[in-house]
């Protein structure tokens, strides 16, 4: 079939290219300056883009909001606003006239206790569902239900069971990040494969050996998946949990700078939130690949 | 002839539903101590589901397995298997991946050094030394297959299950491998019981060549001596009028007997 095709190319082509100016060959070894510029040129693709981008919506979101009237201010005045909340983030005048600094560090100490402890019952109980046919039998489908129940739909009983808004909020970040850790988890070690198993049967591994030999290492992948899952949940449940439960923490002070409506301060906090939030996500990540290394199917 | 191992009227049928399928019938064979035992037949023929039974990763519908006149069910290390794609666990170095089965095996009788000077030894009948510290991705398909034959070598196993176990390496490779193969069974003197489906190596190998009928039902269909001197050399054999003549009983053996059809 391709044959006849690309003879006719060539014949059509032979001509053309007869007629073509010869083109002077590129040297074989680039000098090392060369090597550089293409480094240089590589970076630049990547990291050009998105300041252009960002530039552009700079630009757009100051000329939309510049007008008189406005119900949102621009990025000049954002900055002009709460450029005291981003030089001193260290203040701290009493009660929940914080800076930045101190209400973050409080949802992220939330997030940690609420999202560490997920993690520790999401592993033991999506091992135990993923071990025992019986277990995910009985689990499963109450898994399935429960875990679409939204983060802040557990906030009123939880608040009526601990009768506190710190446990409450660490149990909202919990409810909603354990639920892809112990699917994930389960996945993972249904899916280890047979030849594992059976190289510890050999070995005669009992079950604790057997857990910590083989069942992690092999299913250390899918749990990191749940486990990157889990920490971006845990972070987008934790503002909407501080929002109603009051106190320090970046959900209230947003939500108190509603009140107060300093706008500028909303957006300052988004800012912080997004970048917060991106960063959790690639430390979990980042610690996936350190720890998953040799898993890769060799 | 002393029974070291003895298949004992092996059954085995699969059971999915209401469907039966029965794979292996009645299976007997005894096998020496220090003999090197083929088992060959076409591919679905139950060679694998035997030697997992074997093994113990499978239990047998009826009949049984002894060893040294004790019946073994369920898998152990005295049975050490050497898995067709070699099974390495991709998280553990060379050494840790043959270190495992020796911290299991020998945790009462041999000291933590001991142990380590056991690996290495074991590595290095392997000529697998040099790669200690390397991890399954790193090294090429035959070195893992000589990492696996050096983890199950280092159990000290009574009987050495070998699963295909040059079925998925190149034929140079192959070639290279059957002879460590060889040499290691002749300075160890191992009981080792290997199922392929490759003439050349079953005769080339083996003291005894046990060849199975198709399935389902499959038997042992005949078991034929392979009276070569050892140690064999691959080259003066190929022109040995008693290789070709073995070479040529399991031939008409699989290709005319008991021809390969595939299921209709």
Known sequence: MNMPATKMDIETAAPVSAAAPVVAMTPKRPPRSEAYARMAKETAVRVIPPIVVIALLMLVWELVCRRAGSALPPPSKVFKDTKELIVDPFFDHGGIDKGLFWHLSASLQRVAFGYSLSAIAGIALGVLVGQSVWAMRGLDPLFQVLRTIPPLAWLPLSLAAFRDGQPSAIFVIFITSIWPIIINTAVGIRNIPQDYRNVAAVVQLNPLEF????????????I???LRIGIGLSWL??????MLIGGVGIGFFIWDAWNSSHISEIILALFYVGIIGFVLDRMIAGLGKIVTRGTAQG | MTAYLKLDHIDKVFTRGVATTEVLKDINLTIEKGEYVSIIGHSGCGKSTLLNIIAGLTTATTGGVLLENREVNSPGPDRAVVFQNHSLLPWLTVYENVRLGVDKVFARTKTRAEREAWVMHNLNLVQMAHARDKRPSEISGGMKQRV?????????PKVLLLDEPFGALDALTRAHLQ???MALHQKLGNTILMITHDVDEAVLLSDRIVMMTNGPSARI???LEVPLVRPRKRLELATNATYLKCRQRVLEFLYERHRFVEAA
Not at chain 1, 211 to 222: E, L, N, Q
């Open chain 2, 221 to 223: 269909g005949e078991v």
């Open chain 1, 237 to 242: 449940a934790i503002i909407a949990a501080e």
């Open chain 2, 148 to 156: 696996g034959i050096a983890r199950a070598l280092a159990m000290e």
């Open chain 2, 179 to 181: 002879d460590s193969v």
């Open chain 1, 211 to 222: 857990f910590a030999k083989i069942m992690i290492p092999a299913a250390a992948p899918y």
């Open chain 1, 224 to 226: 990191f998946t749940g």
